[in-house]
Every structure is written in C-alpha cells, then in structure tokens.
C-alpha cells in the first residue's frame, strides 16, 4: 500500500504545477500589469475544492494510522491536521485580496504581493515537510498490515477506482489551468 505515498507525491508535483502558475501570474501583478484573474479564479477554485476534498483526506487517513502505532513520533513530525487548517486560513487571505483588487478596493500592490507569496511559500514549505519528513516517518513506522487497514478505509471511502471520478474532475480542471496560463502567456507574448 506504500504506492498510495507516491500517489501523493504526485499530487505534490501537480499542486506545484499550479503553485508555479500562480507566482507567475504575481510576476505579472507585480510589473504593474495585468494578471489574467480567469487563471488567478480557477487556482483558486482547485485549492478550495481539491486538498480537502481528495488530497488531505487520504493524508488524514494514513497520518491517523501513523498516530495510533507511534504517537511520540507523530508528535514530533508535525501535527498534520493543524497544517491543513493553517493553509485554508492562507487561501482565504488570497481570495480575499483577489476579490479586493477585482472590486477595485483600496490594497496595496505589496500587501498583495505578500499574501499571495506567503500562501505559495507556505504551501511549498507543507510539502517538503510532508515528503522529506513526514511520509518517511510514516514509511518507517506502518507495517503492512496498518497498510492493509488504510487500504480498507481507503477503499470504504473513496470506492473503486472507477467511482473517483471527482479525482479524474480535478485533474481536468488542472490541465485546464495550465492551458489557460499558456494561453495567457502567449496573448502577453
């Protein structure tokens, strides 16, 4: 059950993807232009929406598992739940400054520089702690019969490959994102 780590680390890969669009399109903002906010509103939209719904509860499970067999450990990497929660507060800072700069309401360019970097930095920096300290841990501690437990929760929750098919949604919705932004990038070209 160990591939259910790579998946995540995947996902990782493909949060970064969008991480990377969205510094992009601050760059943009920054100069003193205008980003293209249809690209800035669907990477919004896919953080709402995307960890909690797919990526943090699988997480959640194999993170609650780690905890019951070695909670000294657990609570020595990091507290995985209040993790997710501090970035929800950071996304909602983004949205809101977004949502401030589109109705035209007073905002410094800096402020908004800042909060946006400081969810991109933070987000980054949750995922190194995940995949340099966490999922080790995690690889360390699970024997494969706490695999086989996750496997059955994981399967209880989410079914059959073939009924995930808001996984397959969100994935849409990221390859859209990046064909909006290299659409943006050629009408800025």
């Known amino acids: 059950?160990?591939?259910?780590?790579d998946i995540l680390r995947q996902e990782h890969r493909n949060?970064?993807?969008?991480?990377?669009?969205?510094?992009?399109?601050l760059a943009v903002f920054d100069r003193g232009e205008r980003p293209d906010y249809e690209v800035f509103g669907a990477i919004l939209e896919f953080f709402k929406?995307?960890?909690?719904?797919?990526?943090h509860p699988k997480e959640d499970i194999i993170y609650e598992k780690f905890k019951a067999c070695d909670p000294g450990r657990a609570a020595s990497v990091a507290d995985l739940q209040a993790e997710h929660r501090e970035g929800a507060v950071r996304l909602r800072r983004v949205?809101?400054?977004?949502?401030?700069?589109?109705?035209?309401?007073?905002?410094?360019r800096e402020s908004v520089d800042?909060?946006?970097?400081?969810?991109?930095?933070?987000?980054?920096?949750?995922?190194?702690?995940e995949d340099e300290v966490i999922f080790p841990a995690i690889l360390d501690t699970l024997q494969p019969?706490?695999?086989?437990?996750?496997?059955?929760?994981?399967?209880?929750?989410?079914?059959?490959?073939?009924?995930a098919d808001f996984e397959e949604q969100?994935?849409?919705?990221?390859?859209?994102?990046?064909?909006?932004?290299?659409?943006?990038?050629?009408?800025?070209?």
Not at 175 to 182: P, Q
Request: aromatic share 6%; charged share 30%; net charge negative.
């Open 145 to 163: 019969a706490d695999w086989a437990d996750i496997a059955l929760t994981l399967a209880d929750r989410y079914g059959p490959p073939s009924e």
């Open 15 to 25: 949060i970064e993807k969008l991480l990377r669009v969205m510094e992009q399109e």
């Open 1 to 5: 059950m160990v591939e259910v780590i």
């Open 114 to 129: 800042r909060i946006v970097r400081d969810f991109i930095d933070n987000e980054r920096k949750h995922i190194a702690l």
């Open 170 to 189: 969100f994935s849409t919705l990221r390859r859209n994102i990046l064909e909006l932004e290299e659409a943006a990038l050629a009408r800025r070209s």
């Open 49 to 55: 929406m995307y960890p909690d719904t797919c990526h």
């Open 95 to 108: 949205a809101q400054a977004i949502d401030n700069v589109l109705n035209d309401q007073e905002l410094l």
